[in-house]
């Protein structure tokens, strides 16, 4: 059913207190609490909602220096609570939300389940069990145990995973997939568990969907109900209407709501929301049950081999973003909402976080998030790579369930923008050169696609990523997961040649983050790249010879022109700078070219927003949540606003204005030729542009230059005028920059330039918040902001003579803010140091 939020005739108690934990060989296996007691195994106190490794790393007795195998050992949760027992019409009901993953649940010696779906939800009604005093006690078998057991073969293996078994257990594949997650594995409660009083009538099989119908907006809503209703009213936002009640006893109605906005990802507008309740009335007056927030909106797929893209309250979008991974893979982030790292979305301008098929369904916290944030989320249901048994009856019946849970606890969150039925099903196959139609499994093909169409009908549905074209995993049909440039070391005009449709997963790369998180992997006085430390932590496909590190590597010596091997050894710092500009550089030109107008391309979702655990991972944020040098790239070149340059080739360079928001804006541009990081060879201004809300424009950089000048060296009659283009958009009325761009004709300068000055200026606006006024005498690249404690707006950007660029950067109030300012072609680091108020 719909998520109750709350209701004014239920009380609530979380059993979130007073929890231990205990481990046991699997040999012993205790059938019950007093068989457990009797064995006196000693007990560590445990975080609920939380997991085995979450209580294991609070008592110190677990880090990723020191990892097991938790799907080994049998491990007992159990906690005491006091309660008060059910009244005349009351009943009591112990919910438990998500239970890793072969569990047992007994209450006061009675054993009351018996679970083997991380994924399912419970509710048990424990009216008769509930005393003033109660123990309960949790169960977790040990999964290896059930794993060696004999079950019929798959008809083709993956090499995902080292255990084929893992197809029969519906659990996360976090911590199982050994090229790219820490062997940390969901084991226990971690989602929350509560005690639930409820008192004369309450809602079941209840329905509550909103959205836009014709443009208007609507809510529909069904339910049953337990116990004495005279009537019932819908209340969303400030209009209402009374249901009707079939001869069946099921309370149903539409409601218009005149007035309420729509929904829109926030790159294209508004996101409000709207509270939706129902009131019962009842003999014994009225009984208020909250359902949350609800926002109105349209959503379809644009979908064939031609084409892949979703349109938004009728307007097609560009959807980029990232693959999302979970805030924290040792507790699974408990049940609330990861709200810096949807922050950290937002700013970069992503409109798509993708929950794939190898992680685990996010809390209702993080889909109330997304809402509000006004990001859309492409869910994939928990299956990758696998055979998966569908012939399984029971199987397919947990797996349904599954779906149909997760389907109803979310069915009022606007952000549910796609299902997807698998992560790489089909490509799996067919790259094992086996027949279409093993990739293509009933389960996805038919099962996940009627549930989704029954309770998420405003959902578009798709079966499998990637899919598509004459091969699944072909780029220009469909959904693609596109690595060409990224893995298979295409060069950068691949992106276009390509012809990439929609990439559901692109531009992975071995991102390095900043220094103070190197620190907490590498052992003191230990160089980077050849560590056990680094290497550890450094992505590889399964299998291949080759890691992520290398990957980055080759783009450092295609764009910058260095020996990259030779660098590490003699100058590690200077490589590791290097390396953090080639992946951001790599991704910026990417997207940018997918952005531009003309192109093929819909949709982009770069492979890992976070990393895992600390090092050089996919992530454009590391693991302890700070942003690397990669996202900076990644949020200028997915904002709403945007310029870019795009080559041409002969026809030289082209601005490409982007809009996505709905605001009509008059822009001025610049655009100039620098040689030798100051001399100007050509600049021309183009004022009183329109750019449309939500469209965009080119323009050829001929048209702002008096004169014929090879803008992109594509001519080559000589040598190059120019070894540096700059772009600049400014609003007409205010003169605020809106976006900027550069274009280097050669390769990307790797050296020093020993006459360049910047000046760094910090004044604070307010507690905790500074404005860094920066300038310079030369062309400043990829100037980077390394200040401890404070998150600047803006990072490794350009920084051009006769250019004041002002940076918002953002701490805590009473926080002197002090740190440095290092260009990429300066060698001496420029420090800031700025008192705070109330220091």
Known sequence: MAKVRAASNQSVEALSSGWELCELEPQVAPATPEELEALSPRFLPAAVPGTVAGALSDAGLWDFERLRDLDEPEFWFRTRFASTPARAGESLWLCLDGLATLAEVFLNGTKILSSDNMFHAHELDVTALVGEENRLYLRFSSLKASLAKRRPRPRYRTRLVEQAQLRWFRTSLLGRIPAFTPRVVAVGPYRGIRLERRRGAFLERASLRAGLEQGKPIVRAGFDVSGSVRSARLAVGDASTPLTRSPEGRFHGVLSVPGAEPWWPHTHGRSPLYRARVLLETEHGTIDVDFGAVGFRSIEALDDDQRFALKVNGVELFCRGACWTNDDIVTLGSDSAPRRALELARRAGMNVLRVGGTMCYESGAFYDACDAAGILVWQDYMFANFDYPHDDAEFVASVRREAEQFLSRTETNACIGLLCGN?????????????????????????????????????????????????????????????????????????????????????????????????????????????????????????????????????????????????????????????????????????????????????????????????????????????????????????????????????????????????????????????????????????????????????????????????????????????????????????????????????????????????????????????????????????????????????????????????????????????????????APVRVQASSQGS
Not at 634 to 639: D, E, F, H, S, T
Not at 748 to 773: I, K
Request: overall charge negative.
């Open 423 to 827: 992560s790489e099903v089909e490509q799996q196959a067919a790259m094992l050169g086996l027949p279409a139609e093993l990739g293509k499994q009933p389960l996805f093909e038919d099962v996940l696609r009627e549930v989704s169409r029954e309770r998420r009908a405003d959902v578009p549905y798709l079966p499998s990523t990637p899919s598509g074209g004459a091969l699944p995993f072909q780029v220009d049909s469909r959904v693609s997961h596109y690595y060409g440039v990224g893995a298979y070391l295409r060069p950068l005009e691949d992106a276009r040649r390509a012809r990439v449709l929609f990439a559901s997963e692109c531009l992975a790369f071995a991102n390095i983050p900043s220094d103070a998180t190197l620190e907490r992997v590498l052992p003191s006085g230990q160089a980077p790249f050849h560590d056990p430390h680094w290497k550890a932590r450094v992505p590889r496909d399964g299998g291949a010879g080759w890691d992520f590190d290398d990957v980055r590597d080759h783009y450092t010596q295609l764009l910058f022109g260095v020996d990259v091997v030779a660098q590490r050894s003699s100058d590690p710092t200077r490589a590791l700078a290097l390396g953090r500009v080639t992946s951001g550089e790599v991704m910026a030109t990417t997207l940018a070219e997918w952005r531009r107008r003309g192109s093929t391309c819909r949709g982009a979702l770069i492979w890992f927003f976070k990393d895992l655990w600390p090092g050089a991972g996919w992530g454009i944020v590391d693991a302890l949540g700070e942003p690397k040098a990669a996202y900076y790239f990644v949020r200028r070149a997915m904002q709403p606003l945007a310029l870019f340059l795009s080559d041409e080739g002969l026809n030289g360079l082209y601005l490409q204005l982007v809009n996505d928001t709905p605001r009509d804006r008059t822009v001025a541009l610049e655009f100039s030729l620098l040689r030798g990081g100051k001399t100007q060879v050509a600049d021309g201004k183009l004022a009183g542009v329109l750019l449309p809300g939500q469209s965009a424009i080119e323009i050829p950089a001929a048209r702002l230059l008096e004169r014929f000048l090879d803008t992109t060296y594509a001519y080559r009659f000589g040598p190059p005028s120019h070894d540096l283009a700059v772009a600049r958009m400014t609003d007409s009325a205010s003169g605020e920059e809106l976006g900027s761009w550069s274009y280097f004709p050669q390769r990307l300068p790797s050296g020093y330039d020993d006459e360049l000055e910047l000046r760094a200026v910090a004044s604070e606006l307010e507690a905790g918040v500074h404005s860094l006024s920066l300038t310079a005498n030369r062309a400043a690249h990829w100037v980077s902001l390394e200040l401890p404690g404070f998150e600047p707006e803006d990072s490794y950007f350009h920084l051009y003579p006769g250019v004041e660029r002002r940076v918002l950067v953002r701490g805590r109030a009473g926080v002197p803010l002090k740190g440095v300012v290092q260009p990429l072609n300066s060698r």
